[in-house]
């Protein structure tokens, strides 16, 4: 079943953020010859996965939404470790925390969205769910990874296994999006995987010295 182009325009938005974390993240680290991290590419990461769990939502696709649930507060807990989650206004802070909690409890409770409507989605056979969801969980070990290594160091880093996972599961996820016939994945995980890639260069080379 297509999707209304409003809906699609909200996945477009979100993979628009994700790219140009990405870019900006690129762009400092190829500047500086090592792999950086500013607080811009975490900020722009949580706003783009609010979006795309929205747009997961209202494509009734468990795989979007599970690989950004896992992520999500990932993404909040590296801005506290930057500093920046308390310098924004506690409005904000509140309506992050528990839009995407209060979004699934209306969905399982209004009648309309419930576990049949997420797992069997005509358009989704089950062998493709299970795809999607194996490569939403590989690409999420990446935030794993580096939020266990940034605890450890007490700093916010990206080190060379978040670019390994990156890669891994983003080349997946491209997968399931060709499969999906999903435009918004598609074009969102292309050019990623090509960051990833030069960004595990960067952190090789930085091994090395």
């Known amino acids: ?13 979100a993979q628009l953020m994700f790219s140009g974390r990405l870019v900006i993240q690129w762009f400092l680290s190829e500047k500086q010859k090592r792999v950086l991290t500013p607080s811009t590419f975490w900020w722009l990461s949580l706003g783009a996965s609010f979006l795309l769990f929205v747009y997961g939502y209202l494509r009734e696709d468990f795989a979007i ?23 924004t206004p506690k409005i904000l802070r509140w309506f992050l925390l528990i839009f995407p909690v209060l979004l699934v409890i209306y969905g ?6 419930d576990v049949d409507k997420l797992f069997k989605n005509e358009d989704i056979p089950l062998w493709l769910l299970i795809l999607g969801s194996i490569a939403q969980v590989i690409f999420t070990l990446r935030f794993i990874y580096q939020w266990i290594y940034s605890e450890r160091k007490k700093k916010s880093s990206l080190p060379l296994g978040f670019w390994l996972l ?12 060709i499969l999906r016939k999903d435009p918004v994945l598609f074009v969102g995980h292309l050019m990623g995987v090509f960051i990833y890639f030069r960004n595990m260069r960067l ?5 090395k010295e």
Request: glycine share 12%; no cysteine; hydrophobic share 45%.
């Open 65 to 87: 939404m599970l690989g950004q649930s896992l992520t999500y507060f990932l993404y909040i807990r590296n801005l506290q470790l930057q500093g920046q989650w308390v310098k």
């Open 166 to 177: 990156s890669l891994i599961g983003g080349l997946l996820i491209l997968t399931y999006a």
């Open 203 to 207: 952190s090789i080379g930085i091994d």
């Open 1 to 13: 079943m297509d999707s209304p182009f409003w809906i699609y325009s909200v996945g477009f938005l």
């Open 108 to 113: 399982y409770n209004n009648g309309d969205y």
